[in-house]
Every structure is written in C-alpha cells, then in structure tokens.
C-alpha cells in the first residue's frame, strides 16, 4: 500500500497529529511519497526527517496501490485532485480546517483512519464531477465543487444559460454558480442554493446577486450539457473551477457537462452526510 501525502504550507499543522500520522505509515509499514512544501513543515514541527526518495514536487510516485490523503481543508482537498495517479484512486481527508464537508476525519482519528486503510475498511462514495467541454487554454478542466462566471471589475455581466439547447435565462448581475450536489454546500450555499444529498444525480444553478428579484436557483439533470454565454461590458470576466481562477474575454461560450470520471471519496468512522450536516450546521441545537 502506498499512501500519497499532501498539504499545503500556510497551514496551521498540529505537531502531535503529524507524529500520530507519521507513527501509523510506520507500524503498518506504508510506502509513502509526501510534496514537498509539507514535507518541510513537518521537518520543522517535529524530529521526523523526511529523505528525498520519499518526497515529491509535482509527480508523486505511484505503485498502482495507492491512497491519497489530504491534511488540511476542503480546499486542500481540492488542490489535490490533479495528484491521483487514476482516477480510482482513492482520496480521504483529515480535516485541520474549519468546516470541512470533504474531509471528513476531524483529526482525533488519526490512527483509526490508518488501521482502517490498512484493512480495506474504508467506505466510499462516488462524487459526480463537472466537466468544461471547450477550455480554450491548458488548465485542468475538472470541478468538484462548482464551475463559476464572475464579473472582473465593478460592472455586472449577463450570462445566458441553455441547457441542452435551450435557454433557461440570461442572468444579470454578478455571475452564475453551477454546481455539483457535492458543491451544493459550497459557494452555492452562501448564494441561496439548496443542500443537495451528494448522490443525487443533478446539478444546481445559482445566479449571483442577480439584479431580478425572481430569479432564483434551478436544479437540472446531471444529463444535461449546459452552455454559458457571457456578454461583459468591461469586455472581460472571470472563470473558476472550484479554487483555480482563469480569465474570461466578452462573448465566451462556456460548456459544461458531467464528467466521464469520478472522485472515489473515503468516508471513514462512518460519518454520512447528515451527520456532517447536522454537525457543521448545528441543525437541532437549541441555543435558547
């Protein structure tokens, strides 16, 4: 089993956690492969030294057995979706973040987490994934979370949205979100779109501070190819996917669809997504 370490270095990193996780890898007896920037931190943090033939930049080295596991938050997560070496590869969090719906071991769990790895008891989910169908530069053209048209400067943009051909609406404000169910507590959340049980096969647009008080989110199928037409007057705008930002010029089409592949997200302890919802939300807590 090879396990393929990741975190990013403006992380507050728990020295005692890192020594638990450290302490595992070497009982069970893990290859691993850890980037860099972390790789340093933990050096730093702790009396564990770390080789260079366990320490990767951009590539991490692969036995076809792999685990990725991510140290930090959902955005750290997220910044290592382009590290699996398949897209089966198997990918847990451990969660020294804030809010964390992804990764879902909160960090006391540390040595379960790694017996569990180390048994094949780990369960896992199937995450739906949108696709950008036409990128017009090299960037990586998956989303886990959200595919978003953001205005660039003080000026609010239109987006006309079709799906399959057919136009919904031309949205006039500060963008348009559309997202995955697993996004759906994302940056959907916080624009008024609905909490989506991540196995719905679906995705959700949220137009943002849409400047017609009637509109509102829309929940499609995950079947459907979506086509984005920007008209922006300062002649420009933003795309993101998920945390990656790129620059968008006036009249771009943007087309999305559901991606081929999956995330294959481990669920450990078995936390559901209700649990996560009730625990991150406060769902039920009487604070009278």
Same mark, same amino acid.
């Given at each position: 089993?090879?396990?393929?370490?990741?975190?990013?270095?403006?992380?507050? /990193?728990?020295?005692?956690?890192?020594?638990?996780?450290?302490?595992?890898?070497?009982?069970?007896?893990?290859?691993?492969?850890?980037?860099?920037?972390?790789?340093?931190?933990?050096?730093?943090?702790?009396?564990?030294?770390?080789?260079?033939? /366990?320490?990767?930049?951009? @590539?991490?080295?692969?036995?076809?057995?792999?685990?990725?596991?991510?140290?930090?938050?959902?955005?750290?997560?997220?910044?290592?979706?382009?590290?699996?070496?398949?897209?089966?590869?198997?990918?847990?969090?451990?969660?020294?973040?804030?809010?964390?719906?992804?990764?879902?071991?909160?960090?006391?769990?540390?040595?379960?987490?790694?017996?569990?790895?180390?048994?094949?008891?780990?369960?896992?989910?199937?995450?739906?994934?949108?696709?950008?169908?036409?990128? !017009?530069?090299?960037?990586? +053209?998956?989303?886990?979370?959200?595919? !978003?048209?953001?205005? /660039?400067?003080?000026?609010?943009?239109?987006?006309?949205?079709?799906?399959?051909?057919?136009?919904?609406?031309?949205? /006039?404000?500060?963008?348009?979100?559309?997202? !995955?169910?697993?996004? @759906?507590?994302?940056?959907?959340?916080?624009?008024?779109?609905?909490?989506?049980?991540?196995?719905?096969?679906?995705?959700?647009?949220? +137009?943002?501070?849409?400047?017609? &008080?009637?509109?509102?989110?829309?929940?499609?199928?995950?079947?459907?190819?979506?086509?984005?037409?920007?008209?922006?007057?300062?002649?420009?705008?933003?795309? @993101?996917?998920?945390?990656?930002?790129?620059?968008?010029?006036?009249?771009?089409?943007?087309? &999305?669809?559901?991606?081929?592949?999956?995330?294959? &997200?481990?669920?450990?302890?078995?936390?559901?997504?209700?649990?996560?919802?009730?625990?991150?939300?406060?769902?039920?807590?009487?604070?009278?």
């Amino acid at each position: 089993m090879n396990i393929i370490l990741f975190s990013r270095k403006e992380l507050k /990193h728990r020295p005692e956690q890192l020594l638990t996780m450290f302490a595992a890898i070497e009982r069970h007896g893990f290859e691993y492969s850890i980037n860099e920037d972390f790789a340093n931190m933990i050096e730093a943090l702790t009396e564990i030294r770390i080789s260079a033939e /366990h320490r990767y930049t951009n @590539s991490p080295r692969s036995v076809g057995n792999d685990v990725l596991v991510t140290y930090g938050g959902d955005g750290t997560l997220l910044d290592a979706l382009s590290l699996r070496p398949t897209p089966t590869t198997p990918v847990v969090g451990i969660n020294c973040g804030r809010l964390g719906y992804l990764t879902a071991d909160k960090g006391e769990g540390i040595e379960e987490l790694f017996n569990l790895i180390a048994t094949g008891g780990l369960k896992f989910e199937e995450r739906r994934m949108l696709r950008v169908m036409n990128p !017009t530069e090299d960037f990586m +053209p998956l989303a886990l979370n959200e595919v !978003t048209i953001l205005r /660039h400067g003080a000026t609010m943009i239109s987006v006309e949205a079709q799906i399959d051909g057919k136009t919904i609406a031309t949205y /006039h404000g500060d963008g348009l979100i559309v997202s !995955t169910p697993t996004g @759906s507590t994302a940056y959907s959340l916080s624009a008024g779109g609905p909490v989506v049980d991540p196995m719905c096969r679906c995705f959700v647009l949220s +137009p943002l501070a849409p400047h017609n &008080l009637t509109m509102r989110p829309i929940v499609v199928p995950d079947s459907s190819r979506i086509t984005l037409k920007l008209n922006a007057r300062d002649g420009e705008a933003s795309l @993101s996917l998920d945390n990656r930002t790129y620059r968008l010029n006036n009249s771009a089409t943007v087309e &999305l669809a559901a991606a081929e592949e999956s995330l294959i &997200l481990a669920t450990p302890h078995n936390n559901t997504f209700y649990d996560t919802l009730r625990e991150k939300m406060m769902w039920g807590v009487d604070n009278r």
